[in-house]
């Protein structure tokens, strides 16, 4: 993949999850609330969940979390590997929990919004799944080019 792209992809990922947290937690919850009323209650049903709509709204907004940091620790480390040799898997862990650990600091200057140490946890296993991801690719794009010799 061409290194541009990945730059640019980056710089939006890292504008999305902030310029969420700059938003006051009305706005905030009534963008997740409109996914939660009406795209997730048949998912939720069919796998057993029948809780009110604010508690599918709170668990639609952690998987929010979860997976646009699961998209940052991936083009993050795709990035970094590039230029590091050693430690790249901790270091890309480390740069993504520092993002994350900045987002909950933005949040707490948002009207209606407050930071929470589990959201910094939830945003470091996305970028542990996302790191995971990325390798599990190359390495089968490793063994394919392997097979083909």
């Given at each position: 993949?061409?290194?541009?792209?990945?730059?640019i992809v980056l710089g939006l990922i890292v504008f999305f999850i902030?310029?969420?947290?700059?938003?006051?937690?009305?706005?905030?919850?009534?963008?997740?609330?409109?996914?939660?009323?009406?795209?997730?209650?048949?998912?939720?049903?069919?796998?057993?969940?029948?809780?009110?709509?604010?508690?599918?709204?709170?668990?639609?907004?952690?998987?929010?979390?979860?997976?646009?940091?699961?998209i940052l620790g991936g083009v993050l480390y795709a990035i970094l590997?590039?230029?590091?040799?050693?430690?790249?898997?901790?270091?890309?862990?480390?740069?993504?929990?520092?993002?994350?650990?900045?987002?909950?600091?933005?949040?707490?200057?948002?009207?209606?919004?407050?930071?929470?140490?589990?959201?910094?946890?939830?945003?470091?296993?996305?970028?542990v799944i996302g790191i995971f991801l990325v390798k599990l690719v190359?390495?089968?794009?490793?063994?394919?080019?392997?097979?083909?010799?």
């Amino acid at each position: 993949m061409k290194r541009w792209i990945l730059y640019i992809v980056l710089g939006l990922i890292v504008f999305f999850i902030w310029d969420n947290s700059l938003q006051n937690g009305g706005s905030s919850d009534g963008f997740s609330l409109i996914f939660a009323e009406k795209l997730a209650p048949p998912l939720a049903h069919n796998l057993g969940f029948h809780g009110n709509i604010w508690a599918l709204n709170r668990i639609v907004r952690k998987l929010a979390h979860l997976t646009e940091f699961t998209i940052l620790g991936g083009v993050l480390y795709a990035i970094l590997r590039r230029y590091i040799e050693y430690g790249t898997v901790f270091k890309t862990i480390g740069l993504g929990m520092s993002i994350a650990i900045l987002d909950e600091f933005i949040q707490r200057f948002s009207p209606g919004r407050s930071s929470q140490f589990s959201d910094v946890v939830i945003d470091t296993i996305g970028v542990v799944i996302g790191i995971f991801l990325v390798k599990l690719v190359y390495r089968i794009g490793q063994k394919k080019s392997i097979c083909k010799k």
